[in-house]
């Protein structure tokens, strides 16, 4: 599987991102695919997760209602759509696909879930 993140982008304060990511190779044996994020000097972050089959989600705390995530099926797409964006959100942002797994353990957000994960794609939210 192979993932390509693109969207990312300097934004003000209160404003809003949609990143996509764009899954190819044996993404139909896939199970769920997340979003994460790392802050200079930070850990690695879960931010959201969605399964392929059913669409179910899963969020970080500090994203929800916020920041929704989506997939479209047919084109192999996942979106992360960042709204009342804050300077703490700033951070690289990955997409990573997750082969197996349980719906426990997707929403855990741990990263060890997942298998393949794409290059990350900048946010900067400048206040």
């Known amino acids: 599987v192979q993932l390509q993140a693109c969207g990312g982008g300097l934004v003000q304060a209160g404003g809003s991102l949609r990143l996509s990511c764009a899954a190819s190779?044996?993404?139909?044996?896939?199970?769920?695919m997340g979003w994460f994020r790392q802050a200079p000097g930070k850990e690695r972050q879960f931010v959201a997760a969605i399964k392929w089959s059913g669409g179910s989600t899963y969020y970080a705390d500090s994203v929800k209602g916020r920041f929704t995530i989506s997939r479209d099926n047919v084109n192999n797409m996942v979106y992360l759509q960042m709204n009342s964006l804050k300077p703490e959100d700033t951070a690289v942002f990955y997409c990573a696909a997750a082969m197996y797994g349980t719906d426990s353990y997707i929403s855990s957000g741990a990263g060890s879930a997942y298998k393949f994960w794409g290059q990350g794609t900048q946010v900067t939210v400048s206040s």
């Open positions: 190779g044996r993404t139909f044996s896939s199970y769920a």
